[in-house]
């Protein structure tokens, strides 16, 4: 079982940038594919982008274009989620999450795939 923190939520306003840090610890790059999920108040829990063993990435259709995931080019076991033009519908807490049973494509955001999650992080944008 890996340990997964976030950090990096904050308040923002719209059309700002974010960027979100997730350190995984133990981790290995070709044992884990990995997520960012949000979950706003009332709402289930999405995928919004995710990497998989061979850094391919996938992103869901309301947050591509603005949502960059990325895991740090030296420290591998850091993954990070960019978020630019930030919009009000982007609140929620954010979650990074670690998968072993990976695949590709929009798959990869499906939440029943993973089996650790961090804490969460908090974004708030106001308009």
């Known amino acids: 079982q890996v340990q997964l923190v976030e950090s990096g939520g904050d308040s923002v306003q719209a059309g700002g940038s974010l960027k979100l840090s997730c350190v995984v610890s133990p981790f290995s790059d070709y044992t884990y594919c990995m997520g960012w999920f949000r979950q706003a108040p009332g709402r289930e829990r999405e995928g919004v982008a995710a990497?998989?063993?061979?850094?391919?990435?996938?992103y869901a259709d309301s947050v591509s274009g603005r949502f960059t995931i990325s895991k740090d080019s030296a420290k591998r076991n850091t993954l990070y989620l960019e978020i630019t033009s930030v919009q009000p519908e982007d609140t929620a807490m954010y979650y990074c999450?670690?998968?072993?049973?990976?695949?590709?494509?929009?798959?990869?955001?499906?939440?029943?795939?993973?089996?650790?999650w961090g804490q969460g992080t908090q974004v708030t944008v106001s308009s």
């Open positions: 990497i998989g063993i061979y850094d391919t990435t996938v």
């Open positions: 999450a670690a998968a072993t049973r990976c695949t590709t494509g929009y798959g990869l955001l499906n939440r029943d795939r993973y089996v650790s």
